[in-house]
Nanobody
Framework: QVQLVESGGGLVQPGGSLRLSCKAS????????MNWYRQAPGKQRELVAG???????VYPDSMKGRFTISRDNAKNTTYLQMNNLTPEDTAIYYC????????????????WGQGTQVTVSS
């Protein structure tokens, strides 16, 4: 079994910063890609940032500039640094990863965390 656990969410004032963490644990062999998504009330889930095992990153145009994704392969952890937050960034932030388990008979699978709430409000 594999688990993803996010942390670091909370309430922050406009213009503030937060750093989210997502740690993967369990029967892990290789974590290929790690992504952050978010879902605001009444909206579809959207990609915030992604990072490959070798460190290459991808950001949708709307997310460039204020969000920075990183990862520590030794800790099976990815981070999302969020700066200059606005109320429009209020959402549940989810961690996603494509993981190959130690069972090499199975292909890599997608795993999701439970989400962490980020609220930007004065």
């Amino acid at each position: 079994q594999v688990q993803l656990v996010e942390s670091g969410g909370g309430l922050v004032q406009p213009g503030g910063s937060l750093r989210l963490s997502c740690k993967a644990s369990g029967n892990i062999s290789i974590i290929h890609v790690m992504n952050w998504y978010r879902q605001a009330p009444g909206k579809q889930r959207e990609l915030v940032a992604g990072i490959m095992r070798v460190g290459s990153t991808v950001y949708p145009d709307s997310m460039k500039g204020r969000f920075t994704i990183s990862r520590d392969n030794a800790k099976n952890t990815t981070y999302l640094q969020m700066n200059n937050l606005t109320p429009e960034d209020t959402a549940i932030y989810y961690c996603h990863a494509a993981i190959q388990t130690l069972d090499w008979r199975s292909a890599a699978e997608n795993y999701w965390g439970q989400g962490t709430q980020v609220t930007v409000s004065s």
